[in-house]
């Protein structure tokens, strides 16, 4: 029996026998959130929300950008996400503690006016305090790991016999980059010796985005001559901008419109400033109750110093939330109903409506602008069809579809439907017979006089009905030839007229 055997008998004696580890559980008491999935119990209130904003939430609960992890030098993961300054939400149901969430923080807390300011809060767009955000509210970064082989498999340093110097600025003496340099595109990345080619090779860095290298790892197994192998692990900053995603815990998404200069803001006669400002047209189709109560519940938790249970089933008809916290804010000399009275920050003047105010617990998403953005005029195209490629990776086309087309139809923009669909996309200029009218009969032939063999002369005959003099050039998206090859192989003909205007 080999040792892992025995470790292996050890533990089953230990089932058998019943023994009790500290802190693992087998069984549980059976309660009202026992149903919830794990992500559902981390919902604050759940049963104040219209129900498809519960199920939004455990969408996006999976993902918040937060602290998936404590190692960060020692992980290899393709890619991650942390969010650099989180924190422990002030309203939040049991679980949370008892799967101890708060070593994993997910989220910030983020002071929320209500209000309609300005037009970049419409639909689900949302303006962030922007010394707020320098500050820290949101900030994050990736964690991208990259396996590269070092082909030989005992030297790996760098000689670069003809620039030494030059290498080693970017370099370290193992021919792996310093860790914490600043990764820019077509700098030197790694250096190693290649014994087929007998020198040393010298890789660059091929990445558009600036980032940093977190970490070097040299990779072994149990393979006996195994081939260098080293994990980079590079590190993204991603701090929040323009187009980047949020959204509170009640499946409240928003994309931020606007960095919002504070001074601009408005603020109450304290002089607090908001950090988000969420549109309140949200609200009533919405229908998110928990999030109208995590506003007062984080706020009064912000001022009695406490945390509250937002365990769902807690309150009753009798005994409301809204009071409980109403309370407890009246105690702290606030209004009742979380509302305050506002100045605007454009010109100081007072708001005449009192203006809903608290703390939420906000989740930054990892959908971001920059991985999404997509941009082009032209570029590559498909070989067959001549359109342009699908794809942001390859530098394709954003599509044009049936609905937008529908739509420019319906504003009467022909010269902008015109541009899109065929000056941008796969225009062409084709020959067509204006006699028989097909696009498949002209054909260019070329004619050797006997007498002059050296020149040959060009001419356009059609060859369905065999006459010159009737060839002219049109122009047409590339696909509309491709479509009338394809009819033409089923044996159908099309016939085109074409008109002088
Ligand atoms: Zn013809």
């Given at each position: 029996?080999s040792?892992e055997?025995?470790?292996?008998a050890?533990?089953?004696?230990?089932?058998?026998?019943?023994?009790i580890?500290?802190?693992?559980?087998?069984?549980?008491e059976l309660?009202k959130t026992?149903?919830?999935?794990?992500?559902?119990?981390?919902?604050p209130?759940p049963?104040?929300?219209?129900s498809?904003r519960?199920m939004?939430?455990?969408?996006?609960?999976?993902q918040?950008?937060?602290?998936p992890?404590?190692?960060?030098?020692?992980?290899?993961?393709?890619?991650?996400?942390?969010?650099?300054?989180?924190?422990?939400?002030?309203f939040?149901?049991?679980?949370?503690?008892?799967i101890n969430?708060?070593?994993?923080a997910?989220g910030?807390?983020a002071?929320?006016?209500?209000i309609?300011?300005?037009?970049?809060?419409?639909e689900?767009?949302?303006i962030?305090?922007?010394?707020s955000?320098?500050?820290?509210?949101?900030?994050?970064?990736?964690y991208?790991?990259?396996?590269?082989?070092?082909?030989?498999?005992s030297?790996y340093?760098?000689?670069?016999?003809e620039?030494?110097?030059?290498?080693?600025?970017?370099?370290?003496?193992?021919?792996?980059?310093?860790?914490?340099?600043k990764?820019?595109d077509?700098?030197?990345?790694?250096?190693?010796y290649?014994?087929?080619?007998?020198?040393y090779?010298?890789?660059?860095?091929?990445?558009?985005?600036?980032?940093?290298?977190?970490?070097v790892?040299?990779?072994?197994?149990?393979?006996k001559?195994?081939?260098k192998?080293?994990?980079?692990t590079?590190?993204?900053?991603?701090?929040?901008?323009?187009?980047d995603?949020?959204?509170s815990?009640?499946g409240?998404?928003?994309?931020?419109s606007?960095?919002?200069?504070?001074e601009?803001?408005p603020?109450?006669?304290t002089?607090?400033?908001?950090?988000?400002?969420?549109?309140?047209h949200?609200?009533?189709?919405?229908?998110?109750?928990?999030?109208?109560?995590?506003?007062?519940?984080?706020?009064?938790a912000?001022?009695?110093?406490?945390?509250?249970?937002?365990?769902?089933?807690k309150?009753?008809?009798?005994?409301?939330?809204?009071?409980y916290?109403?309370?407890?804010?009246?105690?702290?000399?606030?209004n009742?109903?979380?509302?305050?009275?506002?100045y605007?920050?454009?010109?100081?003047?007072?708001?005449?409506?009192?203006?809903?105010?608290?703390?939420v617990?906000?989740?930054?998403?990892?959908h971001?602008?920059s991985?999404?953005?997509?941009?082009?005029?032209?570029?590559?195209?498909n070989?067959?069809?001549?359109?342009?490629?699908?794809?942001r990776?390859r530098?394709?086309?954003?599509?044009?579809?049936?609905?937008?087309?529908?739509?420019?139809?319906?504003?009467?923009?022909s010269?902008?439907?015109?541009?899109?669909?065929?000056?941008?996309?796969?225009?062409?200029?084709?020959?067509?017979?204006?006699?028989?009218?097909?696009?498949?009969?002209?054909?260019?032939?070329?004619?050797?006089?006997?007498?002059?063999p050296?020149?040959s002369?060009?001419?356009?005959?059609?060859?369905i009905?065999?006459h010159?003099?009737?060839?002219?050039?049109?122009?047409?998206?590339y696909?509309?030839?491709?479509?009338?090859?394809?009819?033409?192989s089923c044996?159908?003909?099309?016939?085109v007229?074409?008109k002088?205007?």
């Amino acid at each position: 029996m080999s040792y892992e055997d025995d470790d292996l008998a050890l533990n089953l004696i230990n089932c058998c026998d019943f023994t009790i580890f500290l802190g693992v559980t087998t069984h549980m008491e059976l309660s009202k959130t026992g149903f919830l999935s794990n992500l559902a119990q981390l919902i604050p209130m759940p049963d104040c929300n219209q129900s498809p904003r519960n199920m939004y939430q455990c969408q996006m609960g999976k993902q918040t950008m937060g602290t998936p992890c404590h190692n960060w030098d020692l992980q290899s993961e393709t890619k991650l996400y942390r969010l650099q300054t989180p924190s422990s939400p002030l309203f939040r149901p049991v679980h949370h503690d008892n799967i101890n969430l708060d070593d994993f923080a997910m989220g910030t807390n983020a002071i929320v006016a209500v209000i309609s300011y300005t037009g970049y809060d419409m639909e689900d767009a949302m303006i962030i305090n922007k010394a707020s955000e320098e500050r820290g509210l949101g900030h994050g970064s990736i964690y991208k790991s990259e396996f590269v082989e070092l082909d030989h498999p005992s030297s790996y340093f760098v000689r670069d016999p003809e620039n030494p110097k030059k290498l080693s600025l970017y370099l370290d003496s193992d021919g792996l980059p310093y860790i914490g340099r600043k990764m820019r595109d077509g700098e030197p990345h790694y250096c190693f010796y290649d014994s087929d080619r007998s020198q040393y090779v010298v890789k660059t860095f091929r990445g558009k985005e600036e980032c940093f290298l977190h970490s070097v790892k040299l990779c072994g197994n149990l393979i006996k001559n195994p081939k260098k192998v080293a994990c980079l692990t590079y590190r993204v900053p991603r701090n929040p901008s323009v187009g980047d995603k949020f959204a509170s815990r009640a499946g409240q998404k928003g994309i931020c419109s606007h960095k919002w200069p504070a001074e601009d803001l408005p603020f109450t006669e304290t002089g607090l400033v908001p950090d988000i400002v969420f549109n309140p047209h949200g609200f009533p189709s919405r229908m998110t109750i928990a999030m109208m109560i995590e506003i007062m519940a984080g706020k009064s938790a912000a001022l009695h110093g406490l945390v509250h249970d937002a365990t769902p089933f807690k309150f009753t008809e009798e005994d409301t939330a809204i009071d409980y916290f109403g309370r407890l804010l009246e105690h702290g000399g606030y209004n009742y109903y979380g509302t305050e009275t506002m100045y605007s920050g454009i010109d100081g003047r007072e708001m005449t409506a009192q203006i809903f105010f608290g703390v939420v617990h906000y989740q930054r998403l990892r959908h971001m602008v920059s991985d999404k953005w997509q941009v082009r005029s032209t570029g590559p195209i498909n070989i067959l069809t001549r359109q342009p490629l699908q794809g942001r990776k390859r530098g394709g086309g954003v599509r044009f579809g049936e609905m937008e087309r529908d739509s420019l139809i319906s504003h009467g923009a022909s010269f902008l439907l015109q541009d899109r669909l065929l000056h941008c996309s796969d225009e062409t200029m084709a020959l067509i017979c204006t006699s028989c009218g097909s696009l498949l009969g002209p054909v260019t032939v070329v004619t050797r006089l006997a007498e002059k063999p050296n020149q040959s002369d060009t001419k356009e005959v059609c060859r369905i009905c065999g006459h010159g003099n009737n060839i002219a050039e049109i122009q047409i998206p590339y696909i509309f030839k491709f479509f009338v090859t394809q009819l033409a192989s089923c044996n159908i003909n099309v016939r085109v007229e074409c008109k002088n205007i």
